[in-house]
């Protein structure tokens, strides 16, 4: 096995271990879950809290930059993914 694969792997196991700690982490310190609304596990999703345009503050999360630019970036995101996946598919 060449070193390059080697060290994908690594990195790809570190970044799987991590994210598991990170998930684990959010799970037992239940961060994000509101403890005045017990929906279990959709609790996770603003859209089960009852009124839930009433108590987002829609001012904070106003558009910082003009509508094409946003539209640029994901069109530019999904060209950079296609491209990776082009380059992966014909690595096999």
């Known amino acids: ?3 390059r694969k080697i060290l994908a792997r690594v990195a790809l196991i570190l970044v799987v271990a991590a ?10 310190r239940r961060l994000g879950l509101n403890p005045d609304y017990d929906f ?7 859209a089960d809290i009852p009124e839930f345009e009433k108590k987002l503050n829609w001012d904070t999360y106003a558009a910082k930059l003009p ?5 640029l970036l994901f069109f530019a995101w999904g060209a950079v993914v296609w491209f990776i996946w ?5 690595k096999k």
Do not use: N, P, Q, R
Request: proline share 0%; no cysteine; charged share 10%.
């Open 40 to 46: 279990g596990a959709g609790a996770y999703y603003y």
């Open 19 to 28: 994210t598991l700690a990170g998930v684990i982490y959010i799970m037992v």
């Open 86 to 90: 082009k380059w992966v598919e014909k």
């Open 67 to 71: 509508g094409w630019v946003y539209y």
């Open 1 to 3: 096995m060449s070193a």
